[in-house]
């Protein structure tokens, strides 16, 4: 009963491949996130989407574009992946606006690795 | 841009010890919340503050925020293995459902 997977877990890669993660969630929320976590643990925000549109768009290198077929899924593609793009990113949803408390549910991570 | 500090970044203590560790802010946070992440797992989130001077109360976590609304602090009473972990403070934007982390302290809870 995961409230919000991801997939894959680990994903190991050379520099300047192409890839994919995915995550859903099923907790029928609006709006979802995605996080880069680095070497040191700091957490920073990357994207949200509140039903399917883009809301929140950090300074984030236009390699990494987010996708979302629906409101369960957002998707993170990453073009041209170079060393420092080696994180481990986060998929969080919340109910967005709705929840004033801003509660978020955080997937369990990708651990990517590029050499 | 505000800046959320942590402090300590380390903590290591024995099982039963008490502790505190403290969040800043470089300025005033809209809702400060407090996250506790395991290793390989994503954080939890463990309470949400808005009003200064505000204190709650987790079972051995008790939660403070500062009466400026600029600083906060989790003290954690007979600390447990369990209680090992990263705990993250962060201040939560109701306009645009923004999270900005601070740093984060490492707990480790020793047997």
């Known amino acids: 009963d995961t409230a919000v997977s991801q997939t894959p877990k680990y994903l190991v890669t050379q520099m300047g491949n192409d890839k994919s993660i995915k995550c859903e969630q099923n907790?029928?929320?609006?709006?979802m996130y995605w996080y880069k976590q680095d070497s040191k643990k700091f957490l920073k925000i990357m994207f949200s989407?509140?039903?399917?549109?883009?809301?929140i768009n950090e300074t984030v290198p236009n390699r990494f574009s987010p996708k979302s077929p629906d409101k369960a899924h957002l998707n993170l593609h990453i073009n041209s992946l170079e060393l420092g793009d080696s994180a481990v990113y986060f998929c969080a949803s919340s109910q967005g606006l709705a929840d004033p408390r801003g509660t978020q549910y955080f997937g369990p991570g990708t651990r990517l690795t590029v050499l | 841009t505000q800046l959320l500090e942590q402090s300590p970044q380390f903590l290591s203590i024995q099982e039963g010890e008490n502790l505190t560790v403290y969040c800043n802010s470089s300025?005033?946070?809209?809702?400060l919340q407090w996250y506790r992440q395991e290793p390989g797992e994503g954080p939890v989130l463990l309470v949400t503050v808005v009003t200064g001077g505000e204190v709650k109360k987790l079972k051995r976590l008790t939660f403070q925020f500062g009466d400026a609304r600029k600083d906060s602090s989790l003290h954690i009473t007979a600390a447990q293995t369990g209680d090992t972990g990263l705990y993250l403070c962060a201040d939560y934007s109701g306009n645009t459902g923004k999270l900005i982390f601070g740093q984060g302290t490492t707990l480790q809870v020793k047997p």
């Open positions: 300025s005033v946070f809209s809702s």
């Open positions: 989407y509140n039903n399917k549109e883009l809301i």
């Open positions: 907790l029928g929320h609006d709006t």
